[in-house]
């Protein structure tokens, strides 16, 4: 579905993305780790177009991305840090997605927004709301308009255990359904049952994407961080 060739990018000169290639595919749950300054979101904004790489291409579906926007509208994506108008009540936020995505409108899924209980705050304006619910918005935004492709960027940061757990069980559903998951995490524990891949990046670089089970047998580890530790110790790097 995604595949990214060769991309290099530049800030100055500072080399934030080497020669990254990748194969993302449909009905994976893709985890994107690495140390801070590792390039990740750097390689998230080039995959929704907010940052041009240098040089390299990414094809959705087949389509270089540098030759159009609409693929943009088969795209989920869920901020770290969603900022939304304070006066808005979380009502007109989804009113207002709705009207600008009317094109995609007609099949909504709306699931997390009221497993998430927001119909029942809907009227709470976005200032007054804590930074979990403020997640809660986000998570159900990305979700809403049934994307192909979800890019999660520490979906679970700030929600409590039972919200979590309610995006974990979607996240599952949705990659059984086909679709394709970007989730990007510093809590690796968090991943452990939410992914199928792994890709880890340093310095730019891609040092591997594996399989999680082909992880869990080269490492001979189960559980992700210790896995990913015996792979950097093993090559020498340093998470």
């Not at 690796?188 to 040092?207: I, P, R, T």
Request: glycine share 8%; hydrophobic share 40%; with cysteine.
């Amino acid at each position: 579905m995604i595949r990214i060739s060769h991309i290099h990018k530049c800030f100055g000169r500072l080399q934030v993305l080497n020669d990254v290639t990748l194969t993302l595919s449909k009905g994976q749950s893709i985890a994107l780790i690495g140390p801070n300054g590792s390039g990740k979101t750097t390689l998230i904004k080039s995959l929704l177009s907010m940052v041009v790489p240098d040089s390299g291409t990414i094809r959705f579906d087949g389509a270089d991305i540098l030759h159009g926007w609409s693929y943009r509208a088969a795209i989920g994506y869920m901020p770290q840090t969603g900022r939304y108008p304070d006066n808005m009540t979380i009502a007109h936020v989804f009113d207002m997605m709705k009207d600008i995505r009317k094109d995609t409108a007609s099949a909504l899924d709306e699931e997390l927004f009221h497993a998430f209980g927001l119909a029942s705050i809907k009227n709470k304006r976005m200032r007054t709301l804590s930074g979990g619910t403020r997640q809660k918005v986000s998570a159900s935004l990305a979700f809403l308009f049934n994307p192909s492709v979800l890019i999660l960027d520490e979906p679970t940061a700030g929600l409590d255990p039972v919200a979590a757990g309610i995006l974990r069980q979607k996240i599952h559903a949705v990659r059984d359904e086909g679709k394709l998951i970007l989730i990007t995490s510093h809590v690796l524990a968090e991943l452990d049952d939410m992914v199928s891949e792994v890709v880890y990046l340093q310095e730019g670089a891609v040092k591997f994407h594996k399989t999680l089970s082909q992880l869990q047998k080269d490492t001979g580890e189960q559980k992700l961080v210790r896995a990913i530790a015996h792979v950097m110790q093993t090559a020498g790097c340093h998470a």
